[in-house]
């Protein structure tokens, strides 16, 4: 059972790119979660979603970020027009269920830097 | 979700135990406690979590004192590679979805 695979490791945008970072959830899992990690910093999370839905993007900037985690295939998160402060790491979790019993495992990230 | 206090650093000798502690005195009835980590540049990595009662899995072991404010993650021999940031997270049960709140965790370091 392979574990959380998010695609590509590491990506360089220039500024005013767009960012395509790719999350194919355990099998089994339903729930995606992004978080973000700046450098020096902790993990802030991003944005919930469920399948062909979002459940939650209080996270998420409101401007040129976006998500989807469509009914085929992995879930995308979308960065716009890309500028040096979303340089970051990436991270994508995923859960097969909700609730507070449920351990979420993580990806190895999609390290963002934007020249 | 409770807020939760760690130390920001501790050490420990490689082959001895490392006890992590964690406050969370705001917990209520209905929250777990969960600890993960993160490795240098790794993603975070679930190692235990719990309730009320104690815990032990292959990782390590999770005691939670009986008012629940507090608990401490136990790694009964630790090695060079559990050189990590130690996460403490409360959860509270709903289904409102199994978003973590990281802190600043603890930063481990094992030595030789």
């Known amino acids: 059972n392979a574990g959380v695979m998010q695609n590509p490791r590491h990506l360089v945008r220039r500024r005013g790119q767009e960012a395509r970072l790719r999350c194919s959830p355990m099998?089994?899992?339903?729930?995606v979660y992004w978080y973000r990690q700046l450098p020096e910093e902790g993990l802030k999370f991003m944005v919930y979603l469920q399948k062909e839905n979002i459940i939650d993007e209080s996270g998420m900037p409101k401007e040129r970020f976006s998500a989807e985690f469509p009914k085929e295939g992995p879930s995308i998160l979308r960065i716009q027009q890309v500028v040096r402060g979303d340089s970051a790491a990436y991270f994508c979790?995923?859960?097969?269920?909700?609730?507070?019993?449920?351990?979420?495992?993580f990806g190895q990230g999609t390290r963002l830097t934007v020249v | 979700d409770a807020k939760t206090t760690q130390p920001p650093s501790m050490d420990c000798a490689e082959g001895r135990a490392a006890n992590l502690p964690c406050n969370h005195s705001?917990?209520?009835?209905?929250?777990?406690v969960y600890w993960y980590r993160q490795i240098h540049s790794q993603g975070p990595q679930y190692i235990i979590h719990g309730l009320k009662n104690n815990e032990t899995n292959e990782m390590a072991s999770l005691i939670i004192t009986e008012d629940r404010k507090s608990s401490t993650l136990i790694l009964p021999h630790a090695t060079l590679r559990d050189t990590a940031v130690y996460y403490c997270?409360?959860?509270?049960?709903?289904?409102?979805?199994?978003?973590?709140?990281f802190g600043g965790g603890t930063r481990l370091m094992v030595k030789p």
């Open positions: 979790a995923s859960s097969p269920e909700e609730g507070a019993n449920t351990e979420a495992f």
């Open positions: 997270i409360v959860r509270v049960a709903s289904n409102a979805g199994n978003m973590l709140t």
């Open positions: 099998k089994g899992h339903s729930h």
């Open positions: 705001t917990i209520s009835g209905n929250e777990y």
